[in-house]
């Protein structure tokens, strides 16, 4: 058992059961799942890569590394990579149980910090946000980041820890981890500018104050935490209690079963028609929506559409008014023109007005078949009882499609 736990090694969450103890080859495993998963030209996917390290060298912690935010899309990369990986950043940083490490190079201004803005959306208290100066090693002669460690240039409420990394040089070169914070170390207490508080500064220190606040992130959290699983436990302990003397062949229990589920389908029926649905469908217009479009725009479209020939209209109520007055043309002519003639207006009102047939029960169709959709979208709460499922759908279809009839005999 000690022989294991005084041994470093590390496991992937998509390699069950295989231990990697030379971590070059962790490091040639993340490339490779990564080239596996976005592409070998500099894809993106937002689904993580699990490791879990084991070493007695090491905090319990879990850190997930998430990318820089690409401004202009490379290779296979999306025109909106941008928005993407901004998207896939806020998914992480908006959780309230999570500590913010904003990551900004030294060598860049802090007011141009990507992550720094990014944390002030989500925690502008600044409550879970630490800040990560890297870089230090790489400023120009005669320039240091001495007033942001001191956290007076931006101030945040955790402040800010300066660390020197290995360069890509140096890891060509294979210098191990250790090495690399001698060198740190040794940066930090020999810099005019940060030997003053060497001690606060680098990866070991780091480490101590992400321990640290974590813990405290921790207990500050856990009463709320606590409460909401106390709340939890009483609500399923009292479901419990319904459920202690249930009996599933029970008659009375099927029919209550069943009932609930009529009654909920009903209701989620109702919320997507009036839009007060719990699920919002953000592609496309769905439901009570799509049939006040129909009403509202796509009817008067089609009434546009319809073909009006005025002098054709004129002639025929011309004939008509003739037609009604019979042998009494000999009259002056002005005589008959004084008044329409009941007959004849309403022979082609009733003419025109045959003419909306078309476009009422086109809309009639429309509307007949929106509903249809919004209840097989209903229906998918019941695919458990696939039975229930198709006899709801089928009759609830079966009325739409009777209304449906007599609305098109009454056109």
């Keep these: 058992l000690l022989l294991v736990f005084l041994t470093e090694y590390a496991e992937f969450l998509h390699c069950k059961g295989k231990k990697f103890t030379d971590f070059d080859e962790v490091r040639q495993e993340i490339e490779v799942e990564t080239d596996r998963v976005t592409g070998m030209n500099k894809g993106i996917s937002s689904v993580p890569i699990n490791l879990r390290i084991y070493s007695p060298h090491v905090l319990s912690l879990t850190l997930i590394d998430l990318p820089g935010i690409t401004k202009v899309p490379v290779g296979d990369q999306p025109p909106d990579i941008e928005q993407q990986i901004r998207d896939m950043i806020m998914q992480f940083i908006s959780r309230e149980n999570c500590l913010i490490l904003a990551v900004t190079p030294a060598n860049t201004d ?166 007060s649905g719990d699920q919002v469908d953000t592609l496309e217009l769905s439901g009570g929506a799509k049939i006040n479009r129909i009403f509202h725009e796509r009817f008067p479209f089609e009434l546009v559409k319809m073909e009006f020939n005025e002098k054709e209209l004129r002639r025929e109520i011309s004939y008509a008014i003739k037609n009604i007055h019979g042998i009494r043309q000999v009259l002056p002519h002005f005589l008959p023109g004084l008044f329409t003639p009941d007959m004849a207006f309403e022979a082609i009102v009733k003419k025109q007005i045959v003419k909306l047939k078309g476009p009422c029960l086109k809309s009639v169709d429309l509307v007949m078949q929106e509903l249809i959709n919004t209840v097989k979208k209903c229906t998918k709460k019941l695919a458990t009882y696939p039975r229930l499922c198709e006899e709801t759908e089928r009759i609830v279809a079966g009325y739409i499609r009777e209304r449906e009839e007599k609305t098109k005999d009454q056109v």
């Design 110 to 275: 802090l007011a141009n910090s990507d992550a720094l803005k990014l944390a002030k959306e989500v925690d502008p208290q600044g409550l879970r946000t630490i800040g990560v100066i890297t870089k230090l090693d790489l400023m120009d002669e005669g320039t240091d980041a001495r007033e942001v460690l001191e956290n007076k240039l931006l101030p945040l409420r955790r402040g800010y820890i300066g660390v020197v990394n290995r360069s890509q040089k140096d890891i060509d070169g294979k210098k191990d981890i250790k090495a690399a914070l001698l060198a740190e170390r040794k940066f930090f207490l020999s810099h005019p500018s940060y030997r003053h508080m060497a001690d606060r500064m680098g990866t070991p220190y780091l480490q101590k104050v992400l321990n640290q606040q974590l813990t405290n992130h921790i207990r500050d959290t856990l009463p709320a935490f606590r409460s909401k699983l106390q709340s939890q436990l009483l609500s399923i302990e009292h479901e419990v209690e319904v459920y202690k003397n249930f009996r599933p062949e029970d008659p009375t229990r099927k029919t209550k079963a069943l009932l609930q589920m009529v009654q909920q389908f009903s209701v989620d029926f109702e919320k997507r028609i009036e839009g």
